[in-house]
């Protein structure tokens, strides 16, 4: 009696989905949606998918460009502050300055890959933790938010983009709605999924994306076969800079006005969110698409709360649960994987 070669043997679909980083995370918004759908009557709608879908979409914009640095092995605490940062320039620019709108952007750009490329080139050069450089990345970066704000404008706010050069046709680009059978989405969502789509290309699909899964695996074993490890942490600090740009320039351009404190504390939900798609906190192993799935996760259950009534502060005990339950779900998906691999 003759045995196939296991090679040649097709995986279960059960053991091909275990491989799958993002599978816990899209069984859990599975679960959520069920829930809050059961719960209340306004959840299920379209006004009501068009709120939690909006609720999650800049958090996934960031959440998606976390992960890629998650799974590089490295963390970036400035990214919650950078979202102000560049909101703050590019307001500064257009309305105190006198700016077109979309030259303050590409300014704020500027400004964010080189604060971003300035964090892997310091943690590199350093070896320092990047929790530690980013940590100081962030209060730097809050100071001057607080203290250019006030000596600018006398206040800790900026407003009146409406009134700027240019102001039309960036928002039309960044903070205008798209109507779906008499609903307004707004424009961020696509954003977001454009951005889930081109992080997940990057990481499955493209050698930077190898480069990344082995930086985050294996730093040393990584340089030894050849893996530019120091230009590629350099391009992933500098693509969660990148996102906060985009994130703060669709936020000054929808609510057209910014205050020089916002951003502080968000930097741990991207974490969270990224954590919840299936991210380990050791590196090396994650999904884009399963960050996305996480700032999902956000979006509904904050919203779903609002809808059902309840209190807010319960959104912080459900945000613990899923936390905690997402990294006992990843660690046993990733074992379970690497068991299938062999």
């Known amino acids: 009696m003759t045995t196939l070669d296991e090679r040649l043997v097709k995986p279960r679909l059960l053991d091909r989905l275990v491989v799958r980083p993002e599978i816990g995370a899209l069984l859990g918004a599975v679960v959520v949606f069920l829930f809050f759908t059961l719960v209340?009557?306004?959840?299920?709608?379209?006004?009501?998918?068009?709120?939690?879908?909006?609720?999650?979409?800049?958090?996934?914009i960031m959440a998606v460009a976390v992960s890629l640095l998650m799974v590089g092995g490295e963390f970036d605490l400035s990214a919650g502050v950078m979202t102000a940062s560049t909101s703050l320039v590019t307001a500064i620019l257009a309305t105190q300055a006198g700016w077109n709108v979309w030259l303050a952007l590409l300014v704020s750009l500027i400004f964010a890959l080189t604060v971003g490329a300035f964090n892997g080139w310091l943690v590199m050069k350093t070896g320092l933790?990047?929790?530690?450089?980013?940590l100081?990345?962030?209060?730097?970066?809050q100071g001057l938010n607080l203290g250019v704000t006030r000596l600018v404008t006398g206040t800790v706010q900026v407003s009146g983009m409406r009134s700027t050069d240019g102001y039309a046709s960036a928002g039309f680009v960044f903070a205008s709605t798209v109507d779906i059978g008499g609903t307004p989405f707004q424009i961020s969502i696509l954003w977001w999924l454009g951005a889930a789509a081109l992080a997940a290309w990057l990481l499955?699909?493209?050698?930077?994306?190898?480069?990344?899964?082995?930086?985050g695996g294996s730093a040393p074993s990584s340089r030894a076969v050849g893996?530019?490890?120091?230009?590629?942490?350099?391009?992933?600090?500098m693509g969660t800079a990148l996102a906060g740009w985009l994130v703060g320039s669709i936020n000054i351009l929808r609510f057209a006005s910014v205050q020089a404190n916002q951003g502080i504390?968000?930097?741990?939900?991207?974490?969270?969110?990224?954590?919840?798609?299936?991210?380990?906190l050791t590196g090396g192993f994650g999904s884009a698409v399963g960050a996305a799935i996480g700032a999902l996760i956000f979006g509904m259950a904050r919203q779903g709360i609002v809808f059902a009534g309840w209190d807010s502060d319960w959104f912080m005990l459900f945000l613990g649960i899923m936390l905690l339950a997402a990294v006992l779900v990843n660690n046993a998906f990733r074992r379970r994987a690497?068991?299938?691999r062999r």
């Open 40 to 60: 209340t009557d306004k959840f299920f709608s379209a006004s009501g998918a068009a709120t939690w879908l909006d609720d999650a979409a800049t958090l996934g």
């Open 129 to 134: 933790p990047s929790f530690i450089v980013t």
């Open 136 to 141: 100081g990345t962030f209060l730097a970066l």
């Open 204 to 215: 499955v699909r493209t050698r930077f994306g190898n480069w990344i899964f082995a930086v």
């Open 227 to 237: 893996v530019p490890v120091v230009r590629t942490k350099i391009l992933l600090f």
């Open 265 to 280: 504390g968000l930097e741990f939900q991207y974490i969270i969110a990224a954590v919840i798609g299936g991210c380990l």
């Open 338 to 340: 690497e068991r299938v």
